[in-house]
């Protein structure tokens, strides 16, 4: 599972029957395979790596 925000709509299918649609804008928890795709399609970014960094002032057990 990938915690991913879709960057534009993306159409996942995991079956030929079976479509699922996601929006532009969307933070969602989807399957490694999808995930893959819409990397791959230029249409998602992972949620964690897209987060600033920490810039070190805080420290834990504050």
């Known amino acids: 599972m990938a ?7 993306f159409d996942y299918k995991p079956l030929p ?3 699922i649609a996601y929006r532009a804008g969307m933070v969602c928890v ?4 999808c995930a893959d795709q819409a990397f791959s399609a230029g249409k998602a970014v992972d949620f964690f790596r897209n987060k600033e960094a ?6 834990i057990g504050r």
């Open 30 to 33: 989807v399957k490694r395979d």
């Open 54 to 59: 920490a810039d070190g002032d805080h420290e």
């Open 17 to 19: 029957s079976v479509t």
């Open 3 to 9: 915690r991913v925000r879709f960057t534009a709509d």
